[in-house]
Nanobody, 118 residues
Framework: VQLQASGGGLVQAGGSLRLSCAASGRTFSNYFMGWFRQAPGKEREFVAD????????TYADSVKGRFTISRDNAKNTFYLQMNSLKPEDTAVYYC????????????WGQGTLVTVSS
């Protein structure tokens, strides 16, 4: 099983980035596919997730209205569109697959660094 994240980079405050995560190796119909982030010196935190099947989404309060998670089932890829970025969004972003039944993350992707300059 592999989750391959991409799309991080350096952007100015107010700008946008889109992260992608390509999933392979199994079917994920019983999983939330999502994003977490970890800023320097802080714990990893939940950002957003989506179900493969129904497209139901959940967001952290800190990103609601600015970030949008989506998926393309045909490409086995899910995305995080990040708009109106703030310096406090600077972090390493990780994609993950969280089992719906247990709420536990079974699979992590490698991180991709997002840096927002002021």
């Amino acid at each position: 099983v592999q989750l391959q994240a991409s799309g991080g980079g350096l952007v100015q405050a107010g700008g946008s980035l889109r992260l992608s995560c390509a999933a392979s190796g199994r079917t994920f119909s019983n999983y939330f596919m999502g994003w977490f982030r970890q800023a320097p010196g802080k714990e990893r935190e939940f950002v957003a997730d989506i179900t493969w099947s129904g497209g139901s989404t959940t967001y952290a309060d800190s990103v609601k209205g600015r970030f949008t998670i989506s998926r393309d089932n045909a490409k086995n890829t899910f995305y995080l569109q990040m708009n109106s970025l703030k310096p406090e969004d600077t972090a390493v972003y990780y994609c993950a697959a969280k089992r719906i039944l247990t709420g536990r993350v079974d699979y992590w992707g490698q991180g991709t660094l997002v840096t927002v300059s002021s």
